[in-house]
């Protein structure tokens, strides 16, 4: 969409907006009434389901004290700076490696292997961008709506043995961890992102949603067991959560929660899975 379209878009209804965004990607209207599909399912949780604690739970910031008193801090990748504004950073104080990222949506993210490489100039550039923008414009996805744009400096994580971060993300239902991707790929120049999708038993299922799936799969995770444990913890009583993890040499941190996987904006191939992923989902009455 451009951005004039945008910009009229924006003073829509949250349904009339969520409607005319389905349609330009599935070339159909969402049934809002009687979803059946795993993406409509989620238009109906993005217009309905506004817990005020779900604003927490995705702020980059929060949500660590979130998750340290639910299951431990162990698991909580460590901060290194939290700042307002951009020219607050006192790149000095900061390790070598280190990753930036906006407390407020997706798209902030700088990754710094090599501090004396770093380009501050695209650097900002990319935050400021990210810090002047409400993700909840994008796909109304309530939760975003009130989160405080902030940049925090984290840990670099990198796993010896592959050299990645591969990203372990479990769908929960209610407390059920069914099925899980793996996000491989993301950091080769010239290479699409890679998701290969699992069962809770992990087996490779026969679908893609988004992105292709590696030409190998990649092979399970040796913390999958305590993956599925502390995902199915922090999800109970929630129709769907996304939990997002990292394992880094033996070691688990978690990643991110999402309640909207890709705004439910992304068709599945083929598109039964949509369905049987979509039967997974009880909505609250």
């Not at 399912?41 to 995705?58: D, G």
């Not at 990753?99 to 993210?109: F, I, N, P, Q, R």
């Amino acid at each position: 969409m451009n951005t004039t379209v945008k910009k009229i878009m924006r003073l829509l209804p949250d349904s009339a907006y969520i409607s005319l965004k389905y349609f330009y990607h599935f070339k159909k209207f969402p049934n809002l009434k009687n979803p059946k599909t795993f993406n409509e399912k989620l238009q109906w949780l993005k217009l309905h389901e506004r817990n005020p604690e779900y604003t927490k739970m995705v702020d980059k910031y929060e949500v660590k004290k979130y998750l340290a008193e639910r299951v431990g801090e162990e698991y909580v990748v460590p901060n290194l700076g939290v700042w307002d504004k951009f020219e607050d950073i006192d790149f000095d104080s900061l390790p070598d490696q280190f990753v930036l990222k906006c407390t407020h949506d997706c798209g902030g993210l700088v990754i710094v292997k090599d501090k004396s490489k770093l380009d501050i100039e695209a650097a900002r550039k990319k935050i400021n961008t990210s810090l002047k923008r409400n993700y909840f414009w994008e796909g109304r996805e309530w939760p975003y709506k009130n989160v405080k744009p902030r940049i925090i400096a984290e840990k670099y994580l990198e796993d010896s043995r592959t050299g990645e971060l591969p990203d372990y993300k479990f769908f929960c239902f209610d407390g059920k961890a069914n099925v899980l991707f793996i996000a491989t790929e993301r950091s080769r120049q010239n290479t699409e992102t890679k998701f290969d999708f699992y069962d809770a038993e992990f087996n490779h299922l026969p679908f893609t949603n988004g992105h292709p799936n590696a030409d190998v799969p990649p092979l399970k995770p040796e913390k999958f067991e305590e993956m599925k444990t502390l995902a199915e913890k922090v999800s109970k009583g929630i129709p769907l959560l996304r939990v997002d993890f990292y394992e880094v040499n033996g070691k688990v941190y978690f990643g991110e929660l999402t309640f909207s996987h890709w705004s439910g904006m992304i068709p599945f191939n083929p598109d039964e899975w949509d369905h049987k992923l979509g039967d997974m989902i009880v909505l609250p009455k």
